[in-house]
């Protein structure tokens, strides 16, 4: 029975799960804030056959810039040593799916915390999970402007609903067991980072 490895520590949670048959045999989730690298290994190790699998899937982001590369460079290290294949999946996207399968709502947003004060903002539909909009990294203020939905899920949903002064908002992290919730065509992307936002430093003029 193929196997599958679910990395994820795109934000401040940090987890892991193994699948057989997209059934969740065992998982282990903790939200951390910082320390991705002390943590993830040994969660993995304590999986079952050591989190040893067919497949790796791994969250590419967007959230922590350092918490996307930890798990991305777990995933691609794992993947290498068990000579096996790694695939990638969004953040956004994940609590998108995890967040229709309880709602009745047509439409939902998913608002994370970002850098520097602004939010990681995205729409989808529900049925099916599907994108609505482009990821985009905006302020409270400009991201109300842009979120029509009554419903708003994620580590920035509260900042969103209150620059906008209505609305629903439910705080969430994306974590490894819901990835039975993602459609299949949306964990198919390459092992690579989702920063959501332009990097910080800027190169040095000539």
């Excluded at 994108?131 to 580590?155: K, R, Y």
Aim: glycine letters at 10%; hydrophobic letters at 50%.
């Amino acid at each position: 029975m193929p196997t599958c490895l679910v990395i994820d520590t795109a934000t401040a949670a940090c987890s892991v799960a193994l699948l057989e048959d997209d059934v969740v045999i065992a998982e282990s989730h903790d939200v951390v804030g910082r320390g991705h690298a002390e943590r993830l290994m040994p969660m993995i190790a304590a999986l079952p056959d050591g989190g040893r699998a067919d497949l790796i899937l791994v969250d590419c982001g967007p959230g922590s810039f350092t918490g996307v590369r930890v798990g991305i460079a777990a995933a691609r290290a794992l993947g290498l040593g068990w000579e096996i294949p790694v695939q990638g999946f969004s953040a956004t996207t994940l609590m998108a799916a995890t967040a229709a399968t309880g709602s009745h709502a047509e439409t939902i947003a998913i608002a994370m915390a970002g850098g520097h004060g602004e939010l990681f903002v995205q729409r989808f539909s529900t049925f099916p999970c599907a994108p609505l909009s482009a990821l985009a990294s905006l302020t409270p203020a400009n991201a109300a402007a842009m979120v029509p939905e009554q419903d708003v899920h994620g580590s920035g949903a509260a900042a969103l609903v209150a620059a906008r002064g209505w609305g629903n908002a439910h705080e969430a992290f994306p974590f490894a067991k819901d990835v039975t919730d993602l459609p299949r065509i949306h964990a198919e992307l390459p092992p690579q980072p989702i920063y959501g936002r332009d990097a910080d430093a800027t190169p040095a003029a000539r």
